[in-house]
């Protein structure tokens, strides 16, 4: 979306088109008193994470972020390692699945992928079980790897979501930009 110079400007509340509120305290009190609840796209949200140089988002914000990505990579290398070490070379070939995982990690992969992802995280705690009944570890190993990259994505995802949308409610120069570009909701 490309926008004008006039339109990158725009600062204040009252500067923006169809803004349902007055100004922004007046939109800040209608949150306060829960008269308003503010929704942003999910991957306006990550990208914000991502690519955000920590300006609106608190040290302990940025050491969980780093924290769940950590899980995901932990999860990979300590499956690599079990396996290399129990000696279970042939289930060295699942790892393309785990960095599969990765990506149906994230809930925006629904979008994308449907129920084809419902489907492996729900077959994955069919795995789980039939690995605790068996005592088959590399399956177990294997599932909890799967489960953990799961948690550490949809956590991250949620945190995102949330950090933003507070972030729009305490800055009035970034709901601004969401709200002209269409990112965000106000219910």
């Given at each position: 979306?490309?926008?004008?110079?006039?339109?990158?400007?725009?600062?204040?509340?009252?500067?923006?088109?169809?803004?349902?509120?007055?100004?922004?305290?007046?939109?800040?009190r209608a949150f306060r008193d829960h008269r308003c609840h503010v929704r942003?796209?999910?991957?306006?949200?990550?990208?914000?994470?991502?690519?955000?140089?920590?300006?609106?988002?608190?040290?302990?914000?940025?050491?969980?972020?780093?924290?769940?990505?950590?899980?995901?990579?932990?999860?990979?290398?300590?499956?690599?390692?079990?396996?290399?070490?129990?000696?279970?070379?042939?289930?060295?070939?699942?790892?393309?699945?785990?960095?599969?995982?990765?990506?149906?990690?994230?809930?925006?992969?629904?979008?994308?992928?449907?129920?084809?992802?419902?489907?492996?995280?729900?077959?994955?705690?069919?795995?789980?079980?039939?690995?605790?009944?068996?005592?088959n570890n590399p399956l177990l190993v294997f599932t909890i790897s799967i489960?953990?990259?799961?948690?550490?994505?949809?956590?991250?995802?949620?945190?995102?979501?949330?950090?933003?949308?507070?972030?729009?409610?305490?800055?009035?120069?970034?709901?601004?930009?969401?709200?002209?570009?269409?990112?965000?909701?106000?219910?």
């Open positions: 979306m490309i926008m004008s110079a006039d339109e990158q400007r725009i600062t204040k509340v009252e500067q923006l088109e169809n803004f349902p509120y007055k100004n922004f305290e007046e939109f800040q942003v796209q999910p991957r306006i949200a990550l990208d914000w994470v991502a690519g955000s140089s920590g300006k609106h988002m608190s040290n302990f914000q940025k050491v969980i972020f780093f924290i769940l990505d950590f899980i995901s990579i932990i999860a990979i290398i300590g499956f690599i390692v079990y396996d290399i070490v129990s000696g279970n070379w042939l289930w060295l070939f699942a790892v393309p699945i785990l960095m599969f995982s990765l990506i149906l990690g994230y809930p925006i992969s629904a979008l994308v992928y449907g129920h084809i992802r419902t489907i492996f995280f729900y077959s994955n705690i069919v795995g789980l079980i039939y690995a605790i009944q068996t005592n489960l953990c990259i799961w948690f550490a994505r949809r956590q991250k995802y949620l945190k995102a979501v949330l950090g933003l949308a507070n972030a729009a409610v305490q800055h009035e120069n970034i709901l601004c930009a969401l709200w002209r570009g269409n990112a965000v909701w106000l219910e």
